[in-house]
């Protein structure tokens, strides 16, 4: 079916701008697949079912906006962790900021290299699990990104890792526009880490494909970066084995438009995928998460918990699915939103589902949005708590759920410190 003229107009500007990286066989089979993928669907349009609460217009345009760099004034995130860091300027790897890609029971290789080889176990991940991740939801900007990444990282865990892996990207340029794809395979048994953090791109267009084969577990917690003016599309893409763990956490501060999509199939037995986020927006701010878990198999645990802290017109969305297989009996499924919108011009938007085709089952959804609680606020200011920091002390606990779900009790608190300290400067 043809389509839309309007939609035909956009992809077919924003496709002249890109070259698809040239490589060995099994890479530009995946690109071109992933590329008749985006003529099929289209780019994203605000007419689009999943996109009726976030304008992709900045996304899918045929040239990036400009977006003016930005001094924290402030410690990286996770600067103090033992890790190796594989660091990405705008978008392009760079060996002398980077780590040594070598650590015990892992092996890191880049995109950009191992595309250009004809054979490589990469092959039976890279675009796979995001083609799979178009069914039933069209994502053509994850398409998109399978076709035309230059770079990236793929990383294969066999054992235990010693430290994290932490993936930095530097936004130097205004004009940036960057295009990553990282391929992570944990084989059974197998343990990892994974950090993120950083601006990356005045425009950002990521994709993660994960396999987690059985027993095996990936912790994952993101930190995005503070440039207020970049625009990011994110998706994960997760596939998880039998008795497997996959936990995710995104921290969002700033950033005029961000778009975070997770889509997990828990395809073996006693599998456990937890997805979870807190952001604070300030003003000219539109944070969306979008989230897709898939029970297909028996007795998987599933949770979804996102808290959004919104004010001077920020906008949240939340739009998350839980899809229960016809025979995947003992699910239990979890997912809450929540928002605290801290004025009368902030807005959340949320849209929970549930679809269940098995009949022994706890699945659960709830969304709720509201103001600071005035006897809290109350309490606090009458044992000597300036309002302010009443007010932040309750933040901090409003998010604390969404917190609580990093394992890592060390990177948990480094999580509530960024917090604390992005309060404090707005008071």
Not at 207 to 226: F, N, S
Not at 338 to 364: G, H, M, N, R, T
Not at 368 to 377: Q, V
Request: hydrophobic share 40%; with cysteine; proline share 3%.
């Amino acid at each position: 079916m043809a389509l839309p003229d309007l939609k035909q107009t956009a992809t077919d500007a924003r496709l002249a701008t890109l070259s698809m990286p040239v490589g060995g066989v099994w890479a530009s089979e995946a690109r071109k697949a992933a590329l008749a993928r985006v003529q099929s669907m289209g780019l994203p349009a605000r007419r689009d079912e999943y996109w009726k609460y976030t304008d992709p217009a900045r996304l899918t345009a045929a040239v990036a906006q400009p977006a003016a760099l930005f001094d924290p004034q402030e410690a990286p995130v996770f600067g103090d962790v033992d890790r190796l860091k594989v660091v990405f300027v705008d978008g392009v790897f760079d060996a002398e900021k980077s780590d040594t890609l070598a650590m015990d029971h892992v092996e890191i290789e880049r995109l950009a290299e191992v595309g250009s080889h004809d054979i490589h176990w990469a092959k039976d991940v890279y675009g796979v699990l995001e083609e799979r991740g178009q069914t039933p939801v069209h994502r053509p900007l994850a398409a998109l990104n399978t076709a035309f990444a230059t770079d990236g990282i793929v990383v294969r865990v066999t054992g235990k890792a010693p430290k994290p892996i932490s993936l930095v990207y530097l936004h130097t340029d205004e004009a940036s526009d960057a295009i990553l794809h990282h391929v992570v395979k944990v084989e059974s048994g197998a343990e990892l880490t994974l950090l993120e953090n950083g601006p990356a791109a005045a425009r950002f267009n990521k994709c993660m494909e994960v396999e987690i084969a059985d027993g095996g577990t990936l912790h994952h917690v993101r930190a995005q970066g503070r440039d207020h003016e970049r625009q990011a599309a994110t998706h994960m893409f997760a596939r998880l084995g039998a008795a497997s763990v996959f936990k995710s956490f995104t921290l969002t501060v700033n950033g005029v438009l961000t778009r975070n999509e997770v889509v997990v199939e828990l395809t073996g037995d006693e599998g456990i995928a937890h997805v979870a986020g807190a952001c604070m927006g300030d003003g000219d701010f539109l944070h969306d998460d979008t989230v897709f878990i898939t029970h297909d198999a028996l007795n998987c645990e599933s949770r979804q918990v996102f808290k959004k802290v919104l004010r001077n017109g920020a906008t949240g969305v939340f739009q998350g699915k839980i899809l229960v297989k016809q025979g995947a009996q003992k699910t239990d499924g979890y997912q809450i939103s929540q928002s605290l919108l801290l004025d009368d011009d902030s807005q959340f938007l949320a849209k929970p589902e549930l679809e269940i085709y098995a009949d022994d089952v706890a699945c659960s959804h709830g969304s709720t949005s509201g103001a600071i609680d005035e006897e809290g606020l109350f309490y606090l200011r009458s044992r000597g708590v300036p309002e302010a920091e009443a007010t932040d002390l309750m933040v901090i606990a409003f998010l604390a759920e969404a917190i609580q779900e990093i394992e890592d009790e060390d990177l948990g608190a480094e999580i509530f410190d960024r917090i604390s300290n992005w309060l404090s400067r707005r008071r």
